[in-house]
Every structure is written in structure tokens, then in C-alpha cells.
Nanobody, 124 residues
């Protein structure tokens, strides 16, 4: 079992940056593909980024490609999301998630473990 705790959300102006972090418990963190999703009220949870177990492959939603960077540190059981050039439409609750699957990683249903979420608000 994996427990995930996000941190780093907040309120920033458009064009600014934030760095989200996710701390994972458990000894098998390096076995999981890690993902970030986001959700706004009334909408489905949306894929943002994912990273393979040994950081060989990263995946991004088109809406964040070139602005966001996902990374992980298996020694520290953490995964991070560096968000630059933030836009008001990036406003959402951001969730960290873990899965052992290597397919369907852009789909929330593929993930077994979720954090509680952290609010990101971008003002215009």
C-alpha cells in the first residue's frame, strides 16, 4: 500500500511558477508509475503528467507541455511537478497518484492510490 501527501499549492499570478511535491510512504515507491492529475468543480479529473518508474519516460498533457516538468527521486520517495508560465486555466485541485500499470496512464481509473489534493489558484 502507498500513501501519498501533496504539498506546494497556493495562489500565484499568471505567468508565475509553483512547485508541487508529493511524498509517498512505503518501500515500493520505485515500482510505481507516478502521475499528476487536476480537477475543477463540475469537471472530470484531468491528466497532467506522469513519469515512469526510473524516470526514463515522461508524459504530458498537451495543455501543459513545455510549461510543466515532472520529476521523481526514488531515494526520497518523492515526485514533483514544476509548473512555469502559469495560466488562470491551470487553476484546479492537483492530485498525485500511483499505479503499477504501464498502459492507460493518462486515465484516472488506472491509478490505485491517490493523495488528498492541493489547491492551485492562478489569478489573472
Amino acid at each position: 500500500q502507498v500513501q501519498l501527501v501533496e504539498s506546494g499549492g497556493g495562489l500565484v499570478q499568471a505567468g508565475g511558477s509553483l512547485r508541487l511535491s508529493c511524498a509517498a510512504s512505503g518501500r515500493t515507491f520505485s515500482s510505481y508509475v507516478m502521475g499528476w492529475f487536476r480537477q475543477v468543480p463540475g469537471k472530470e479529473r484531468e491528466f497532467v503528467a506522469a513519469i515512469s518508474q526510473r524516470s526514463i519516460t515522461t508524459y504530458y498533457a498537451d495543455s501543459v507541455k513545455g510549461r510543466f516538468t515532472i520529476s521523481r527521486d526514488n531515494a526520497k520517495n518523492t515526485v514533483s511537478l514544476q509548473m512555469n508560465s502559469l495560466k488562470p486555466e491551470d487553476t484546479a485541485v492537483y492530485y498525485c497518484a500511483a499505479t503499477m500499470l504501464r498502459v492507460g496512464i493518462r486515465v484516472p481509473q488506472s491509478y490505485d492510490y491517490w493523495g488528498q489534493g492541493t489547491q492551485v489558484t492562478i489569478s489573472s
